[in-house]
Each structure stands twice: as C-alpha cells, then as structure tokens.
C-alpha cells in the first residue's frame, strides 16, 4: 500500500485575511490581503421628514506586529494595491519596509498612522501613489522614500520627526498644480531640508510634535452615538416649535 504524504508550507498562509510568508530571517512579510466584508449600514430615521438615511461606516485596517510570535518586518510590492475599501491603516512598529506600489491605488485611504517608535527605514516607489493622503507623520527612523511615493493631488503637508530622508523631492513632488506648495514641519535641529526647493515646499519649524492620532483606534461605536445624540437634539428641536 502506497501512503502519500500531504505537504504543508509552514512558511506561508493567511492569517486575519492578510496573506504572509516567513523568510529566512525568520521574519513575516504581509504579501496581499483578502478583503472581508467590511462595510456596515445603519439606517437612522429623519426626525424631521418620513425619508430615512444611511450612514455607512468602514472599519479601519490594523496591520498585526507579530503573526504566530514572528514579528512583521516587511509590507510586501502591492500588497494591498488597489484596495479601494481601506480607508485608514496603521503600521506597526516592527514594520521596516514598505514595498513599491504596496498602497498604490488605494483611493479611499485617507489616513496613515505610523507610530513614533516606528523601526520603518524605506519607502518604495509609488507606495502610497494615489491615495487620499492629505496629511501624514512620517517617523525619524526612516532613511529613504522612493520616486511617487506620495504621489496624489490629496496631499498637503508632511511632517518628519527625523532628519530629511533621501528623494524626498522626488517622493512628494509633482503632486498638485505648479503653483501648489507642499507644507513641510520639521523639529527644530533636524538637518537636510534646506536642499529642498522653496519652489514645490514650505518649510515650518517647531520645537516639538505631538504623537499624531491614529484614526483606526477609535471605536466604530462613537460615530454611531454622535448621530444618536444629534437626532435627539432635532427631536427635540421639532418638539419646541410645536
């Protein structure tokens, strides 16, 4: 009798619909992401007519640290390209790569939290080419962005806790009109802007930045009590002027 035995790649798999693969220095790379059903609707009557409304709310993206104790090293080349749901994403600390064109085409992300204790050291090319991106915190340890990485006509100013990274006119440039200045904040003391042009950038200088706030924290519930909490307001609004 002839046993055949089934082969299984430990060194790959999907895990919380990010697929992943192990590497040889035993670190995960995120490969791509397997869309879930990601939207809620919550029809909410108009206190004031008999029409109803719809509110539809995203759940926000949060990359893991650590898949099966192996911290995430790597965003992999169009990871999440194209992904047109996502619209808020943090990066774990323990990210330090991001591959070329990895968010490309993402149109709906509006917000990219990296943490300040963040270990990410590049940017590929047309990494967040594309998206919504209007404003974003970008960590002191990285070192280089690619050529388009930020290309999108949504951006408005960056802020780097760091000194100035390689390519950086070439990363955030070309993204408006000609006549369109890319806001630049930068902690006092930090080196290397003063090569970037006064034609495409402004640079502002302060004493120190605040942790920027991460979106993708904030409970799904609070939108929904807002509503809620103004609904009643026009209730009661409609039952004064009666």
């Known amino acids: 009798m002839a046993f055949i035995e089934k082969f299984v790649d430990e060194n790959t798999g999907t895990t919380d619909n990010f697929a992943w693969s192990l590497g040889s220095d035993n670190t995960?790379?995120?490969?791509?992401?397997?869309?879930?059903?990601?939207?809620?609707?919550?029809?909410?009557?108009n206190a004031t007519t008999s029409n109803s409304k719809k509110f539809v709310f995203f759940k926000p993206l949060i990359i893991p640290d650590k898949i099966n104790d192996k911290p995430?090293?790597?965003?992999?080349?169009?990871?999440?390209?194209?992904?047109t749901s996502i619209k808020g994403i943090t990066i774990p600390s323990s990210v330090t790569s991001i591959g070329d064109s990895a968010f490309s085409g993402c149109t709906n992300l509006q917000y990219l939290n990296l943490k300040t204790d963040s270990t990410l050291k590049t940017i590929g090319n047309s990494a967040f080419q594309g998206t919504a991106i209007a404003t974003t915190t970008l960590p002191a340890s990285v070192a280089s962005i690619g050529n388009d990485a930020f290309k999108t006509t949504a951006l408005q100013s960056v802020k780097f806790l760091g000194n100035c990274p390689d390519n950086v006119a070439n990363a955030l440039g070309n993204t408006q009109s000609p006549d369109h200045l890319i806001g630049i904040y930068i902690i006092k003391g930090k080196t290397g802007f003063d090569r970037l042009s006064s034609e495409k950038f402004t640079i502002t200088v302060v004493k120190e930045m605040q942790e920027p706030f991460d979106i993708t924290t904030l409970n799904p519930i609070y939108?929904?009590?807002?509503?809620?909490?103004?609904?009643?307001?026009?209730?009661?609004a409609s039952a004064k002027l009666i």
């Open 72 to 83: 995430v090293s790597t965003i992999d080349h169009d990871a999440f390209n194209g992904i």
């Open 28 to 45: 995960i790379t995120i490969t791509g992401y397997i869309q879930p059903e990601t939207t809620t609707t919550t029809t909410v009557p």
């Open 223 to 236: 939108p929904l009590l807002l509503i809620c909490f103004l609904i009643l307001i026009l209730i009661y």
